[in-house]
T-cell receptor, first 112, second 114 residues
C-alpha cells in the first residue's frame, strides 16, 4: 500500500540556519503531496502542496519540489526562525480531496 | 465561526465512563475524518465519512463508535476505554472530488484515560 517516510527527528538548528527535512513516498498511482505543520497544542495546518511531477509548492519561505524520479518531496527553508519550531508532517493522497496518508512527523527545534 | 471546531479540548475519563467527542466543520465540505495521534507514532486514520456514509473503518476497536448525523457534524462516542487509548484525537474535513482540496484539521481533543 501507499506509504510516506520522513527523516527521524528531532532536528535542532540555530536561527537563520538552512533546513532540509527529507520525505520519500511509495504510491501505486500519481499522488498529490503535502506538508503539514503542527505547532504545540494545535491541530495540523497545511503548509504547502504539489499535485504533479516537478511542481514546486511554497509558503512562508518553505519550499518542496515533487520529484517523481526519486519519489521525494523534501522540505527546505533557507533561513529558519525560532517561530518555525514545530512538528512537520509529509503526506500524500491518491484521491482528490480524499484521505491523507502521513509520515511519522519530524520535530524541529530552532534555538536563538 | 469558520474552519473545523472540536470540543472538548481536553478530556479525562475513567475506563468505565462513557463520553463523546464532537467535531463541527463550517467549510461546506462533504467528507469528515477521525485521526488518532499518539506519542512517537504516525497519525492513524480511524474513520472516514463521505456524504454522511461511513466509507472507511481501519480496524478500530468497537469501544470507539463514530456518528455522522449530517455532513457538518461528526461525533466519536467512547466507552470502556483503555489507558493506551490516551492520545490526541483529530477531526478533519475535505471536499472529496475537488481538485487541490486538502484536509482541514481541528485543534484536537487531548484524551487521557485513567
Amino acid at each position: 500500500g501507499d506509504s510516506v517516510t520522513q527523516m527521524e527527528g528531532p532536528v535542532t538548528l540555530s536561527e537563520e540556519a538552512f533546513l532540509t527535512i527529507n520525505c520519500t513516498y511509495t504510491a501505486t498511482g500519481y499522488p498529490s503531496l503535502f506538508w503539514y505543520v503542527q505547532y504545540p497544542g494545535e491541530g495540523l495546518q497545511l503548509l504547502l502542496k504539489a499535485t504533479k511531477a516537478d511542481d514546486k509548492g511554497s509558503n512562508k519561505g518553505f519550499e518542496a519540489t515533487y520529484r517523481k524520479e526519486t519519489t521525494s518531496f523534501h522540505l527546505e527553508k533557507g533561513s529558519v526562525q525560532v517561530s518555525d519550531s514545530a512538528v512537520y508532517f509529509c503526506a500524500l493522497t491518491e484521491n482528490q480531496g480524499g484521505k491523507l496518508i502521513f509520515g511519522q512527523g519530524t520535530e524541529l527545534s530552532v534555538k536563538p | 465561526e469558520t474552519g473545523v471546531t472540536q470540543t472538548p479540548r481536553h478530556l479525562v475519563m475513567g475506563m468505565t465512563n462513557k463520553k463523546s467527542l464532537k467535531c463541527e466543520q463550517h467549510l461546506g465540505h462533504n467528507a469528515m475524518y477521525w485521526y488518532k495521534q499518539s506519542a512517537k507514532k504516525p497519525l492513524e486514520l480511524m474513520f472516514v465519512y463521505n456524504f454522511k456514509e461511513q466509507t472507511e473503518n481501519n480496524s478500530v476497536p468497537s469501544r470507539f463508535s463514530p456518528e455522522c448525523p449530517n455532513s457538518s457534524h461528526l461525533f466519536l462516542h467512547l466507552h470502556t476505554l483503555q489507558p493506551e487509548d490516551s492520545a490526541l484525537y483529530l477531526c478533519a474535513s475535505s471536499q472529496v472530488g475537488a481538485y487541490n482540496s486538502p484536509l482541514h484539521f481541528g485543534n484536537g481533543t487531548r484524551l487521557t484515560v485513567t
